[in-house]
């Protein structure tokens, strides 16, 4: 059997930070990565120091590139089940059926938005599309924006935009979710509230230009930025029985890990502070932690070892 120190699912920030931490320990590891990060969609990556507004597909491909110095392994392939077995070991099996081994496992899938299926919102996606003002806000600022949200609330996300732009209008899309109090403070910043339901977005190129109406009426947008919630990259966590908050995040401590012995998961899936950096910091948070715990699994074996054999010397001596 050949035993990973530990095996990363997710090949993001979060899982290829936590595997340059790993790797400098010198742990052997092994990464899993189906190139399906949330972010691949954007037009840059922002709020990370040194690296803001790189593209994503840039960013991963620098990462994948330090990760070699370490001697961790890099392996393009979706796993398909994971357990853990009766003497703590980690079994995780590939598209292909090749299974692996590992002492400890760390989850970071990430997280996949939920595009509502309206004509034009997918290809306009991550360009003048977006779901994060911290990301993507900036390069929208003083624009005409506007916020998407039926089935779920708009009406913070909408107040908050008002420090990009004096332009902000929620579309509900004929959704009914606002409070009575967020309807009056919505109207004491100015910002429409249209129920109409919409039938496409009309962009050229890359730009979004206006939000069409299903009983023909337009209006002027330059920015969309969307509520409709996530849903988890992978699910082998829930195989785990882990615990799920209510928005739909694995809980783990403030070590990143789960209530699985020896499990970890790092950023956005655990998380509802969805930023790179954040992500990052998350996944080398788990590497350190990670690699205390097999250090001291090594040591406490080792003493133990010492140990008997210091009563079996004194066994055989009386």
């Known amino acids: 059997m050949d035993l990973q120190d530990v095996i990363i699912i997710g090949g ?10 790993l790797g400098r320990c010198r742990r052997k590891v092994l990464v899993f990565d ?29 990462c994948q590139e330090e990760i070699k110095r370490y001697g961790v392994q890099l392996q393009h392939k979706r796993i398909i089940k994971a357990r853990r077995n009766d003497d ?11 299974v692996h081994y590992a002492k400890k496992l760390l989850i970071a899938t990430g997280l996949a938005d939920n595009v509502p299926p309206i004509e034009g919102f997918l290809e306009l996606y991550g360009k003048s599309v977006f779901h994060c003002p911290y990301c993507d806000g900036w390069e929208v600022r003083d624009q005409k924006l506007g916020v998407y949200a039926k089935n779920k609330n ?5 107040m908050a935009l008002k420090g990009w732009s004096p332009h902000v209008t929620l579309y509900t ?9 967020q309807e009056e403070q919505l109207a004491a910043l100015s910002i429409p509230v249209v129920r109409l339901p919409i039938a496409r977005l009309i962009g050229k190129g890359d730009k979004l230009q206006k939000v069409a109406f299903k009983n023909g009426e337009m209006r002027d947008c330059d920015a969309l930025f969307f509520v409709n919630g996530y849903t988890q990259q992978c699910n082998l966590a829930e195989t785990f029985d882990c615990e799920v908050s209510s928005k739909g995040v694995i809980v783990t401590n403030r070590f990143q890990q789960t209530s699985t012995p020896g499990l970890y998961v790092a950023g956005d899936a655990d998380k509802d502070m969805h930023l790179v950096v954040v992500a990052a910091s998350e996944g080398a948070k788990a590497g350190v932690t990670i690699n205390k715990e097999l250090q001291k699994e090594i040591n406490d074996n080792a003493i133990a070892a010492y140990k008997a054999k210091q009563i079996d010397g004194a066994a055989v001596s009386s």
Request: no cysteine.
């Open 34 to 62: 189906t190139a399906q990060q949330r972010n691949r969609w954007s037009h840059g990556m922002h709020n990370y120091l040194t690296q803001d507004g790189i593209l994503p597909t840039d960013f991963i491909k620098i």
């Open 173 to 181: 899309d004929g959704g009914h979710k606002l409070k009575p109090k």
């Open 154 to 158: 708009g009406g913070d996300l909408a």
């Open 88 to 98: 703590g070991i980690f079994v995780v099996r590939t598209e292909d059926e090749v």
């Open 12 to 21: 993001g920030p979060a899982g290829l930070n936590a595997a340059v931490v």
